[in-house]
Protein backbone atom coordinates (compact mmCIF):
# COMPACT_ATOMS: atom_id res chain seq x y z
CA UNK A 1 0.00 0.00 0.00
CA UNK A 2 1.37 3.73 -1.00
CA UNK A 3 1.68 6.03 1.70
CA UNK A 4 -0.79 9.06 1.72
CA UNK A 5 0.83 12.95 1.17
CA UNK A 6 0.06 13.70 4.51
CA UNK A 7 -2.78 15.84 5.76
CA UNK A 8 -1.51 18.00 8.99
CA UNK A 9 -3.07 17.09 12.39
CA UNK A 10 -4.83 19.22 14.82
CA UNK A 11 -5.42 19.22 18.60
CA UNK A 12 -9.36 20.07 18.45
CA UNK A 13 -8.80 23.26 20.70
CA UNK A 14 -6.67 25.03 17.74
CA UNK A 15 -9.06 24.77 15.42
CA UNK A 16 -12.09 25.95 17.39
CA UNK A 17 -13.11 22.32 18.55
CA UNK A 18 -13.94 21.48 22.19
CA UNK A 19 -11.98 18.96 23.22
CA UNK A 20 -14.39 16.94 25.71
CA UNK A 21 -16.98 17.54 23.28
CA UNK A 22 -15.16 16.26 20.15
CA UNK A 23 -14.41 13.22 22.24
CA UNK A 24 -18.49 13.03 22.65
CA UNK A 25 -18.92 12.64 19.52
CA UNK A 26 -16.70 9.30 20.25
CA UNK A 27 -18.24 8.31 23.27
CA UNK A 28 -21.83 8.09 21.70
CA UNK A 29 -20.47 6.07 18.92
CA UNK A 30 -18.91 3.42 21.62
CA UNK A 31 -22.11 3.27 23.03
CA UNK A 32 -24.18 2.53 19.55
CA UNK A 33 -21.30 -0.49 18.84
CA UNK A 34 -22.08 -1.58 22.15
CA UNK A 35 -26.00 -1.66 21.86
CA UNK A 36 -25.31 -4.03 19.13
CA UNK A 37 -26.94 -1.83 16.34
CA UNK A 38 -23.49 -0.73 14.90
CA UNK A 39 -20.60 -2.62 13.94
CA UNK A 40 -18.08 0.10 13.52
CA UNK A 41 -16.66 3.38 12.65
CA UNK A 42 -14.54 5.68 11.39
CA UNK A 43 -14.96 9.33 12.12
CA UNK A 44 -13.02 12.21 10.62
CA UNK A 45 -13.62 15.91 11.24
CA UNK A 46 -11.29 18.93 9.90
CA UNK A 47 -11.46 22.46 10.40
CA UNK A 48 -8.99 25.18 8.75
CA UNK A 49 -7.48 22.90 6.94
CA UNK A 50 -6.23 19.82 9.73
CA UNK A 51 -7.33 17.20 11.17
CA UNK A 52 -8.90 17.43 14.53
CA UNK A 53 -10.57 14.04 14.82
CA UNK A 54 -9.64 10.88 12.79
CA UNK A 55 -10.63 7.55 14.87
CA UNK A 56 -12.05 4.40 14.32
CA UNK A 57 -14.37 2.54 16.92
CA UNK A 58 -15.75 -1.26 17.23
CA UNK A 59 -15.27 -3.73 14.70
CA UNK A 60 -14.36 -3.73 10.60
CA UNK A 61 -16.02 -7.59 10.25
CA UNK A 62 -18.41 -8.66 13.57
CA UNK A 63 -18.82 -11.66 11.51
CA UNK A 64 -14.68 -12.33 12.84
CA UNK A 65 -14.37 -9.50 15.34
CA UNK A 66 -11.84 -7.77 13.31
CA UNK A 67 -11.66 -4.71 14.96
CA UNK A 68 -12.42 -1.24 12.84
CA UNK A 69 -8.99 0.64 11.48
CA UNK A 70 -8.78 3.58 10.24
CA UNK A 71 -7.73 2.44 6.66
CA UNK A 72 -10.47 -0.05 7.05
CA UNK A 73 -12.47 0.18 3.20
CA UNK A 74 -15.65 1.13 3.04
CA UNK A 75 -18.27 0.75 -0.11
CA UNK A 76 -19.24 4.31 -0.16
CA UNK A 77 -22.15 4.04 -2.94
CA UNK A 78 -23.35 7.11 -3.39
CA UNK A 79 -20.43 8.97 -2.33
CA UNK A 80 -19.47 8.06 -5.63
CA UNK A 81 -21.76 10.60 -7.31
CA UNK A 82 -19.43 13.45 -6.25
CA UNK A 83 -16.30 12.03 -8.13
CA UNK A 84 -18.00 11.67 -11.12
CA UNK A 85 -19.43 14.75 -11.40
CA UNK A 86 -16.21 16.28 -10.33
CA UNK A 87 -14.71 13.87 -13.53
CA UNK A 88 -17.94 16.08 -16.08
CA UNK A 89 -17.13 18.82 -14.34
CA UNK A 90 -13.13 18.69 -15.50
CA UNK A 91 -14.36 18.22 -18.83
CA UNK A 92 -16.60 20.85 -19.26
CA UNK A 93 -13.33 23.41 -18.11
CA UNK A 94 -11.40 21.55 -20.78
CA UNK A 95 -14.28 22.22 -23.35
CA UNK A 96 -15.02 19.45 -24.31
CA UNK A 97 -18.52 19.44 -23.52
CA UNK A 98 -21.57 22.16 -22.68
CA UNK A 99 -23.80 22.02 -19.27
CA UNK A 100 -26.46 22.90 -22.16
CA UNK A 101 -25.35 20.20 -24.46
CA UNK A 102 -28.72 17.29 -24.85
CA UNK A 103 -27.29 14.22 -23.38
CA UNK A 104 -28.19 12.83 -26.86
CA UNK A 105 -25.73 14.62 -28.08
CA UNK A 106 -22.96 12.03 -26.57
CA UNK A 107 -25.47 9.34 -26.02
CA UNK A 108 -27.62 8.68 -28.99
CA UNK A 109 -29.79 6.42 -27.23
CA UNK A 110 -31.17 9.18 -25.47
CA UNK A 111 -32.80 10.86 -28.89
CA UNK A 112 -36.69 10.37 -28.64
CA UNK A 113 -37.36 9.66 -24.92
CA UNK A 114 -40.82 9.13 -24.03
CA UNK A 115 -42.32 9.91 -20.59
CA UNK A 116 -44.74 7.56 -18.78
CA UNK A 117 -47.64 9.40 -17.74
CA UNK A 118 -51.31 8.01 -16.05
CA UNK A 119 -52.73 8.38 -19.89
CA UNK A 120 -49.33 6.19 -21.69
CA UNK A 121 -45.98 7.49 -23.18
CA UNK A 122 -46.14 11.18 -24.33
CA UNK A 123 -43.01 12.87 -25.63
CA UNK A 124 -40.47 14.51 -24.06
CA UNK A 125 -41.40 18.41 -24.14
CA UNK A 126 -37.69 19.64 -23.75
CA UNK A 127 -34.75 16.99 -23.99
CA UNK A 128 -32.86 16.01 -20.87
CA UNK A 129 -29.17 18.10 -20.68
CA UNK A 130 -25.84 17.22 -19.03
CA UNK A 131 -26.66 19.79 -16.48
CA UNK A 132 -30.08 17.73 -15.52
CA UNK A 133 -27.99 14.64 -15.33
CA UNK A 134 -25.80 16.50 -12.89
CA UNK A 135 -28.80 17.38 -11.00
CA UNK A 136 -30.95 14.69 -10.73
CA UNK A 137 -33.97 16.60 -13.02
CA UNK A 138 -33.27 14.45 -16.11
CA UNK A 139 -37.05 12.80 -15.55
CA UNK A 140 -34.97 9.33 -14.19
CA UNK A 141 -35.66 7.46 -11.25
CA UNK A 142 -34.44 4.48 -9.05
CA UNK A 143 -36.02 1.67 -8.79
CA UNK A 144 -35.85 1.21 -5.28
CA UNK A 145 -37.45 4.42 -4.26
CA UNK A 146 -41.34 3.00 -4.93
CA UNK A 147 -43.28 1.21 -7.15
CA UNK A 148 -44.30 3.46 -10.00
CA UNK A 149 -44.42 1.47 -13.38
CA UNK A 150 -41.28 3.14 -14.60
CA UNK A 151 -39.33 1.62 -11.35
CA UNK A 152 -40.98 -1.92 -11.69
CA UNK A 153 -39.32 -1.54 -15.46
CA UNK A 154 -36.59 -0.94 -13.85
CA UNK A 155 -36.45 -3.91 -11.99
CA UNK A 156 -37.55 -6.00 -14.54
CA UNK A 157 -34.43 -5.23 -17.08
CA UNK A 158 -32.63 -5.64 -13.60
CA UNK A 159 -31.08 -1.88 -13.97
CA UNK A 160 -28.80 -2.52 -11.10
CA UNK A 161 -27.17 -5.37 -12.25
CA UNK A 162 -23.50 -5.14 -12.23
CA UNK A 163 -22.52 -7.80 -15.15
CA UNK A 164 -23.07 -5.51 -18.36
CA UNK A 165 -20.68 -2.49 -19.36
CA UNK A 166 -21.66 0.90 -18.63
CA UNK A 167 -22.13 1.01 -22.22
CA UNK A 168 -24.97 -1.55 -22.12
CA UNK A 169 -26.02 -0.53 -19.30
CA UNK A 170 -27.26 3.06 -20.14
CA UNK A 171 -28.73 1.14 -23.63
CA UNK A 172 -31.16 -0.58 -21.34
CA UNK A 173 -31.71 2.27 -19.35
CA UNK A 174 -32.18 4.72 -22.36
CA UNK A 175 -35.26 1.94 -23.81
CA UNK A 176 -37.12 2.66 -20.52
CA UNK A 177 -39.67 5.17 -20.35
CA UNK A 178 -38.80 8.49 -18.45
CA UNK A 179 -40.66 9.01 -15.14
CA UNK A 180 -40.83 12.74 -15.26
CA UNK A 181 -40.53 15.40 -17.69
CA UNK A 182 -37.15 16.55 -17.87
CA UNK A 183 -36.27 19.64 -16.35
CA UNK A 184 -39.51 19.59 -14.50
CA UNK A 185 -38.74 17.66 -10.74
CA UNK A 186 -36.02 16.73 -8.80
CA UNK A 187 -35.93 13.18 -8.60
CA UNK A 188 -33.05 11.17 -7.06
CA UNK A 189 -32.15 9.02 -10.09
CA UNK A 190 -29.46 6.58 -11.71
CA UNK A 191 -28.56 10.00 -13.94
CA UNK A 192 -24.89 9.87 -12.38
CA UNK A 193 -24.87 6.11 -14.05
CA UNK A 194 -25.00 7.61 -16.99
CA UNK A 195 -22.95 10.42 -16.39
CA UNK A 196 -20.35 7.85 -15.81
CA UNK A 197 -20.56 6.55 -19.48
CA UNK A 198 -20.87 10.11 -20.96
CA UNK A 199 -17.22 10.27 -19.29
CA UNK A 200 -16.09 7.28 -21.50
CA UNK A 201 -17.62 8.58 -24.48
CA UNK A 202 -15.76 12.14 -23.82
CA UNK A 203 -12.51 11.00 -23.26
CA UNK A 204 -12.57 7.85 -24.97
CA UNK A 205 -11.45 5.70 -21.74
CA UNK A 206 -13.20 3.06 -19.14
CA UNK A 207 -14.76 5.25 -16.11
CA UNK A 208 -12.33 3.51 -13.33
CA UNK A 209 -9.06 4.55 -15.96
CA UNK A 210 -10.04 8.06 -15.87
CA UNK A 211 -11.08 8.75 -12.58
CA UNK A 212 -7.87 6.74 -11.79
CA UNK A 213 -5.77 9.16 -13.72
CA UNK A 214 -7.52 12.38 -13.27
CA UNK A 215 -8.74 12.29 -9.93
CA UNK A 216 -7.28 9.47 -7.58
CA UNK A 217 -3.46 9.07 -8.84
CA UNK A 218 -3.27 13.62 -8.57
CA UNK A 219 -5.01 13.36 -5.36
CA UNK A 220 -2.94 10.76 -3.55
CA UNK A 221 -6.37 8.07 -3.16
CA UNK A 222 -4.44 5.12 -3.14
CA UNK A 223 -7.40 3.26 -1.94
CA UNK A 224 -10.15 3.73 -3.85
CA UNK A 225 -12.07 2.19 -7.06
CA UNK A 226 -14.33 -0.27 -8.33
CA UNK A 227 -12.92 -3.46 -6.68
CA UNK A 228 -10.83 -4.21 -3.84
CA UNK A 229 -7.34 -6.37 -5.45
CA UNK A 230 -6.92 -9.42 -3.12
CA UNK A 231 -3.85 -7.73 -1.29
CA UNK A 232 -6.23 -5.65 0.44
CA UNK A 233 -9.34 -7.59 0.78
CA UNK A 234 -8.26 -8.30 4.62
CA UNK A 235 -9.00 -4.60 4.59
CA UNK A 236 -12.73 -4.24 3.73
CA UNK A 237 -15.78 -3.22 6.33
CA UNK A 238 -18.70 -5.38 6.62
CA UNK A 239 -22.19 -4.75 7.82
CA UNK A 240 -23.51 -7.25 10.24
CA UNK A 241 -25.04 -10.39 8.38
CA UNK A 242 -29.10 -9.71 9.66
CA UNK A 243 -29.94 -6.25 10.40
CA UNK A 244 -29.99 -5.52 13.83
CA UNK A 245 -33.52 -3.93 13.75
CA UNK A 246 -35.50 -6.15 11.89
CA UNK A 247 -33.23 -9.59 11.54
CA UNK A 248 -33.75 -9.81 7.49
CA UNK A 249 -30.00 -10.50 5.79
CA UNK A 250 -28.15 -7.61 4.40
CA UNK A 251 -27.58 -6.98 0.97
CA UNK A 252 -24.51 -5.11 -0.01
CA UNK A 253 -21.77 -4.95 -3.24
CA UNK A 254 -19.22 -7.82 -3.49
CA UNK A 255 -16.08 -5.34 -3.73
CA UNK A 256 -13.90 -8.53 -4.10
CA UNK A 257 -15.33 -8.93 -7.69
CA UNK A 258 -14.16 -7.16 -10.18
CA UNK A 259 -17.75 -5.62 -12.28
CA UNK A 260 -18.28 -5.29 -15.76
CA UNK A 261 -20.25 -2.04 -14.61
CA UNK A 262 -18.58 0.54 -13.40
CA UNK A 263 -21.45 2.43 -11.93
CA UNK A 264 -20.50 5.95 -11.69
CA UNK A 265 -23.36 6.39 -8.91
CA UNK A 266 -22.42 4.35 -6.36
CA UNK A 267 -20.33 1.42 -7.31
CA UNK A 268 -16.45 2.85 -5.69
CA UNK A 269 -14.40 1.26 -2.65
CA UNK A 270 -13.05 3.62 -0.39
CA UNK A 271 -11.39 4.67 3.17
CA UNK A 272 -12.20 7.30 5.24
CA UNK A 273 -8.36 8.78 4.25
CA UNK A 274 -8.64 8.56 0.44
CA UNK A 275 -11.95 10.21 0.91
CA UNK A 276 -10.69 13.24 3.29
CA UNK A 277 -7.96 13.66 0.38
CA UNK A 278 -11.80 14.16 -1.99
CA UNK A 279 -12.89 16.83 1.00
CA UNK A 280 -9.74 18.63 1.30
CA UNK A 281 -9.93 19.49 -2.40
CA UNK A 282 -13.18 20.76 -2.59
CA UNK A 283 -12.68 22.55 0.43
CA UNK A 284 -9.78 24.03 -1.42
CA UNK A 285 -12.00 25.11 -3.79
CA UNK A 286 -10.59 22.54 -6.38
CA UNK A 287 -6.61 22.26 -5.73
CA UNK A 288 -4.61 20.17 -3.17
CA UNK A 289 -1.33 19.97 -2.35
CA UNK A 290 -0.39 22.01 -5.25
CA UNK A 291 -2.54 19.74 -7.95
CA UNK A 292 -5.24 21.94 -8.95
CA UNK A 293 -8.06 19.94 -11.42
CA UNK A 294 -10.88 22.71 -10.89
CA UNK A 295 -11.29 26.32 -10.85
CA UNK A 296 -12.27 27.31 -7.77
CA UNK A 297 -15.42 29.11 -9.34
CA UNK A 298 -16.28 25.86 -10.82
CA UNK A 299 -16.15 24.75 -7.64
CA UNK A 300 -18.69 27.74 -6.65
CA UNK A 301 -20.87 27.34 -9.27
CA UNK A 302 -21.68 22.87 -8.63
CA UNK A 303 -22.11 23.64 -4.64
CA UNK A 304 -24.74 26.30 -5.78
CA UNK A 305 -28.55 25.81 -5.77
CA UNK A 306 -29.51 24.46 -9.11
CA UNK A 307 -33.06 24.13 -8.50
CA UNK A 308 -34.54 27.01 -7.68
CA UNK A 309 -38.24 26.55 -6.81
CA UNK A 310 -38.83 23.22 -8.85
CA UNK A 311 -40.29 21.03 -6.97
CA UNK A 312 -38.64 17.67 -5.30
CA UNK A 313 -40.28 13.63 -5.76
CA UNK A 314 -40.10 12.42 -2.13
CA UNK A 315 -38.61 13.07 0.97
CA UNK A 316 -34.73 12.79 0.09
CA UNK A 317 -33.66 16.74 -0.14
CA UNK A 318 -34.99 17.93 3.48
CA UNK A 319 -36.36 21.77 4.04
CA UNK A 320 -33.63 24.60 3.62
CA UNK A 321 -31.95 22.62 1.01
CA UNK A 322 -31.66 22.79 -2.56
CA UNK A 323 -29.18 20.59 -5.00
CA UNK A 324 -25.91 21.54 -6.83
CA UNK A 325 -24.10 19.59 -9.69
CA UNK A 326 -23.52 16.49 -7.75
CA UNK A 327 -24.38 17.80 -4.14
CA UNK A 328 -27.17 18.51 -1.86
CA UNK A 329 -26.99 21.92 -1.07
CA UNK A 330 -28.01 24.64 1.96
CA UNK A 331 -29.99 27.46 1.29
CA UNK A 332 -31.60 28.15 4.71
CA UNK A 333 -29.90 28.14 8.21
CA UNK A 334 -33.48 26.72 9.23
CA UNK A 335 -36.23 24.87 8.44
CA UNK A 336 -33.74 21.32 7.95
CA UNK A 337 -33.51 19.07 11.28
CA UNK A 338 -29.96 19.21 11.38
CA UNK A 339 -28.02 22.06 12.11
CA UNK A 340 -25.43 23.92 9.60
CA UNK A 341 -24.71 27.03 7.80
CA UNK A 342 -25.95 28.29 4.39
CA UNK A 343 -24.29 27.05 1.70
CA UNK A 344 -23.00 23.80 3.11
CA UNK A 345 -23.07 20.79 0.93
CA UNK A 346 -22.97 16.99 1.34
CA UNK A 347 -24.15 13.42 0.34
CA UNK A 348 -24.15 10.04 1.79
CA UNK A 349 -24.25 6.66 0.52
CA UNK A 350 -26.94 3.46 0.70
CA UNK A 351 -25.01 1.33 3.50
CA UNK A 352 -24.91 4.62 5.98
CA UNK A 353 -21.46 6.87 5.02
CA UNK A 354 -22.03 11.01 4.89
CA UNK A 355 -19.92 13.64 4.61
CA UNK A 356 -20.38 17.25 4.53
CA UNK A 357 -18.36 20.63 3.50
CA UNK A 358 -19.54 23.99 5.68
CA UNK A 359 -17.26 26.54 3.84
CA UNK A 360 -18.82 29.63 6.39
CA UNK A 361 -16.84 27.45 9.21
CA UNK A 362 -13.84 26.02 7.58
CA UNK A 363 -15.10 22.69 8.53
CA UNK A 364 -16.07 19.18 6.98
CA UNK A 365 -16.54 16.13 8.34
CA UNK A 366 -17.11 12.43 7.91
CA UNK A 367 -18.68 9.20 9.06
CA UNK A 368 -17.95 5.74 6.99
CA UNK A 369 -19.84 3.21 8.64
CA UNK A 370 -21.33 -0.21 6.75
CA UNK A 371 -25.06 -0.16 8.33
CA UNK A 372 -27.76 0.22 5.92
CA UNK A 373 -30.76 0.00 7.30
CA UNK A 374 -29.52 2.25 10.12
CA UNK A 375 -28.29 5.73 7.98
CA UNK A 376 -31.06 7.69 8.56
CA UNK A 377 -30.32 7.55 11.99
CA UNK A 378 -26.26 7.51 12.45
CA UNK A 379 -26.46 10.83 9.53
CA UNK A 380 -28.61 13.39 12.37
CA UNK A 381 -26.65 12.23 14.98
CA UNK A 382 -23.27 12.49 13.74
CA UNK A 383 -24.30 16.06 12.51
CA UNK A 384 -25.31 17.09 15.41
CA UNK A 385 -22.69 16.01 17.71
CA UNK A 386 -19.97 17.52 15.04
CA UNK A 387 -21.76 21.14 15.68
CA UNK A 388 -21.96 20.61 19.18
CA UNK A 389 -18.28 20.20 19.40
CA UNK A 390 -17.73 23.51 17.86
CA UNK A 391 -16.76 26.53 19.94
Known amino acids: MTSHPAL ?9 LCPERTQRLMDVLR ?85 STAHGLEPV ?10 RHTAGLTYEFLGDSSVQRQYGEVKIASRERSNAE ?40 AFLQAEIFGPLGMVDTGFAV ?29 VPAMEGGGGGLMSTAMDYTHFLQFLRNRGELNGVRLLGPHTVDFMTADHLGSMPSDGTLLPPGHGFGLGFAVRTHVGLSPVPGSVGLYYWGGIAGTTFFIDPALDMYAMLMIQAPNQRDYYR ?12
Do not use: C
Request: no cysteine; charged share 15%.
Open 8 to 16: SHAHPADVG
Open 380 to 391: PLFRDLVYAALL
Open 125 to 134: RQAATVQDLL
Open 31 to 115: REVASGRLPGAVAMIARRGQIALFEAVGQQDPATGTPMTTDSIFRIYSMTKPVVSVAVMMLVERGLLLLSDPVSRWLPEYANQKV
Open 229 to 257: PPAQQHRIAEPFAHDPDGGIPMKVLEPRQ
Open 169 to 208: FSQTLAAVPLQFQPGTVWAYSRATDVLGRLVEVISGQGLG
